[in-house]
Nanobody, 122 residues
Framework: QVQLVESGGELVQAGGSLTLSCTAS????????FGWFRQAPGKDREFVGC????????FYADSVEGRFTISRDITKKTVYLQMSSLKPEDTAVYYC???????????????WGQGTQVTVSS
């Protein structure tokens, strides 16, 4: 089993920056690929980005490419989502997920955090 806890969501102005954290416990952290997803009210959960455990390769959705960066700190068992140039359309609940082999599809992930709200005001 893997437990994931996200933090860092808050209200921020458009153009601002924010970093979300996802801390894992349980199963060996450095064998897990992690994904970030988001879900806005009335919309499906969508892929934001992922990091592959084996070589730290990272992939991003087109909508966030160049603005968001995923990183990890193995010693802290934490994955980060650094967000910059935020837009009102980035407003959503952001979820961290693990053990999905870097998939773009949320159904491929076995473990999920509780989510953290990010609100970007215009």
């Amino acid at each position: 089993q893997v437990q994931l806890v996200e933090s860092g969501g808050e209200l921020v102005q458009a153009g601002g920056s924010l970093t979300l954290s996802c801390t894992a416990s349980g199963r060996t952290y450095n064998e897990l690929s992690f994904g970030w997803f988001r879900q806005a009210p009335g919309k499906d959960r969508e892929f934001v980005g992922c990091i592959i455990w084996s070589d730290s390769s990272k992939f991003y959705a087109d909508s966030v490419e160049g603005r968001f960066t995923i990183s990890r700190d193995i010693t802290k068992k934490t994955v980060y989502l650094q967000m910059s140039s935020l837009k009102p359309e980035d407003t959503a609940v952001y979820y961290c997920a693990a053990d999905g082999s870097g998939s773009y599809y949320p159904t491929e992930y076995n473990y999920w955090g509780q989510g953290t709200q990010v609100t970007v005001s215009s």
